[in-house]
């Protein structure tokens, strides 16, 4: 998708992440989730979808793509992805408020003691702006499990976890 105005960083920023699914796979690579079945399985995407979306991610520096032990492949946020953290929070804060009465479906908080965290990423409990690795998150009182599929990959991310906290098989 192309969008007209070249000179709007909006713009620019949709050329990048405004796709469909492409917002849910750096959801999801927040959550853990590192390598391309496992996207799948989650996401319920259609393969090839999920290969251009990755794709894109990657030659846009938004995720990177390792080998690791055993020649596997996983993908990683860099430091650009992220970047989108704020995005990412902002869009569920929005989601919650429009579409979830019972309250947020997820909540952050940080980890080291178990403040919840505002929309600008502070620390209830101790006022500090809390880096990615040291976000918690978890089931909020809007989180209806009966909605979320039986897999494994979705069984690991709707429990409390620490955002980026690789998924293994």
Same mark, same amino acid.
């Given at each position: 998708?192309a969008?007209?105005?070249?000179?709007?960083?909006l713009?620019?920023?949709?050329?990048?992440? *405004?796709?469909?699914?492409?917002? @849910?796979?750096?959801?999801?690579?927040f959550?853990?989730?590192?390598r391309f079945?496992?996207?799948?399985?989650?996401?319920?995407?259609?393969r090839?979808?999920?290969t251009?979306?990755?794709k894109?991610?990657v030659?846009? *520096?938004? @995720?990177?793509?390792e080998?690791?032990?055993?020649?596997a492949?996983e993908?990683?946020?860099?430091?650009? *992805?992220?970047?989108?953290? /704020?995005?990412?929070?902002?869009?569920m804060?929005w989601?919650?408020?429009?579409?979830?009465?019972?309250?947020?479906?997820?909540v952050?908080?940080h980890?080291?003691?178990?403040?919840?965290?505002?929309?600008q *990423?502070r620390?209830?409990a101790c006022?500090?702006?809390?880096?990615?690795?040291?976000?918690?998150i978890? /089931?909020? /009182?809007g989180?209806? /499990?009966?909605?979320?599929?039986?897999?494994?990959?979705s069984?690991?991310?709707n429990?409390?976890?620490?955002?980026?906290?690789?998924?293994?098989?």
């Amino acid at each position: 998708m192309a969008y007209a105005d070249g000179n709007c960083s909006l713009a620019r920023a949709l050329e990048v992440v *405004g796709e469909r699914w492409t917002l @849910l796979i750096v959801r999801d690579a927040f959550f853990g989730v590192r390598r391309f079945g496992d996207f799948a399985t989650q996401l319920n995407v259609p393969r090839a979808v999920l290969t251009n979306r990755l794709k894109r991610l990657v030659d846009e *520096g938004v @995720l990177s793509r390792e080998r690791v032990v055993g020649g596997a492949v996983e993908y990683q946020l860099t430091e650009d *992805g992220l970047a989108l953290l /704020p995005v990412i929070r902002a869009l569920m804060a929005w989601g919650d408020a429009h579409s979830s009465p019972a309250g947020p479906r997820r909540v952050m908080r940080h980890d080291a003691d178990d403040g919840l965290l505002d929309d600008q *990423g502070r620390c209830s409990a101790c006022g500090g702006r809390v880096s990615v690795p040291e976000i918690r998150i978890e /089931p909020g /009182p809007g989180f209806d /499990p009966s909605r979320t599929p039986a897999d494994p990959v979705s069984e690991v991310i709707n429990g409390p976890r620490r955002l980026l906290e690789p998924i293994r098989p």
